[in-house]
């Protein structure tokens, strides 16, 4: 199994940043990309970025320009710096980890962007 937490998250003003942080442990051999989604209540969990195992990089349409995601290879550790931070995007933040075809995924950070 492949244990996924996530760290960084609270609240923020608008235009303001946080840095979320994703530590990957446990059965980890071959990462085949490695990624954040959020969700607010009542919406589908949407896409904010991914990175792949060769280093390429994939971005939400309502992030890019804004959010940039990284990561440490070595440590299994992803991150994701957040600025300019918008109250849309105030919403429960999920690792994601894909290996050999299975999804891992963490219980979340909540990020509120709120004056």
Request: aromatic content about 10%.
């Amino acid at each position: 199994q492949v244990q996924l937490v996530e760290s960084g998250g609270g609240l923020v003003q608008p235009g303001g940043s946080l840095r979320l942080s994703c530590a990957a442990s446990g059965n980890i051999y071959t990462i085949y990309a490695m990624g954040w989604y959020r969700q607010v209540p009542g919406k589908q969990r949407e896409l904010v970025a991914t990175i792949h195992s060769l280093g390429n990089t994939n971005y939400g349409d309502s992030v890019k320009g804004r959010f940039a995601i990284s990561r440490v290879g070595a440590d299994n550790t992803m991150y994701l710096q957040m600025n300019s931070l918008k109250p849309e995007d105030t919403a429960v933040y999920y690792c994601w980890l894909g290996q050999s075809r299975q999804s891992f995924w963490g219980h979340g950070t909540q990020v509120t962007v709120s004056s």
